[in-house]
């Protein structure tokens, strides 16, 4: 058992919660922290932050997007600039997203740090679709 914390740039959204395990999306891939794990410091990537639950043995799941995560021995402090839970996630929204985005990299002639935040949005909207089908894609 180890704690977590999880914010954004706008509001604590999760405070000294008792975990057992975190697999956490960073640039290197995902790494799975379990108690006892050593201590490091690593930039986040696009992808699906889950985290299970000390008391209930609930899993959390989240898309999240840009920052770093600090592992100590108390436990993990995520950072991160973007944060959508599996409930806020609406398929079509995301699949809007995704066609728009496309259509911006394919017609629109943009800069580097314009292309590099629509290539991140288009990634966070498809990984935010996953994140939904998973039920479905493991049945």
């Not at 008792?18 to 690593?42: F, R, Y």
């Not at 639950?53 to 920052?67: E, N, Q, R």
């Not at 498809?126 to 894609?137: H, K, P, S, T, Y």
């Amino acid at each position: 058992m180890f704690k977590l914390n999880l914010l954004t740039p706008e509001k604590k959204v999760v405070v000294d919660q008792e975990i057992t395990e975190a697999v956490i999306p960073t640039i290197s891939g995902e790494v799975d922290i379990l108690p006892g794990h050593v201590p490091m410091i690593a930039n986040l990537g696009t992808g699906i932050l889950k985290f299970k639950v000390k008391d209930t043995g609930a899993i959390f799941k989240a898309v999240i997007s840009s920052g770093y995560c600090e592992v100590n021995p108390e436990g993990v402090n995520i950072l991160t600039e973007s944060i959508q839970l599996k409930e806020e996630i609406s398929e079509e929204k995301a699949k809007a997203q995704v066609a728009e985005a496309n259509a911006k990299l394919t017609k629109e002639s943009l800069t580097d740090a314009q292309f590099e935040e629509t290539l991140t949005d288009a990634k966070k909207a498809q990984v935010g679709i996953d994140l939904v089908n998973e039920n479905i894609r493991h049945h």
